[in-house]
């Protein structure tokens, strides 16, 4: 599978911890099969996790696990776009990802 359609896949499911999970466990296997990449799907793969393990046992309102899904998405986007460009690029976009979710994002 690729991140492409692991994306995808985050994408077109709902809003619950357990697709923050799948993404997780399918962004941690592929960083284990591919490593030039591996940091990019580590990168996602522990934000998503991180999401899981503050609220796998909580409720959650369903707003706050819409936006939090939505931000997951564009960092996807961001991802698949460096994936399909050159080093560069690929490098800034990543950086992009995890400086926003450790600057500006502290909901998890």
Do not use: C, W
Not at 7 to 23: H, P
Not at 36 to 43: I, L, T
């Amino acid at each position: 599978m690729t991140f492409k359609e692991i994306a995808a896949q985050f994408e077109a499911a709902e809003s619950g911890t357990d697709s923050f999970k799948r993404l997780y466990k399918d962004a941690f296997h592929l960083a284990e099969s591919a490593m030039d990449n591996a940091g990019s799907y580590f990168v996602i793969a522990t934000i998503a996790q991180a999401y899981v393990r503050r609220y796998e046992d909580e409720a959650v309102p369903v707003d706050q696990a819409n936006r939090a899904k939505a931000l997951l998405m564009r960092f996807n986007a961001k991802i698949v776009e460096g994936l399909n460009s050159d080093a560069a690029t690929h490098l800034r976009l990543l950086g992009e990802v995890a400086n926003e979710y450790q600057a500006q994002i502290h909901d998890f």
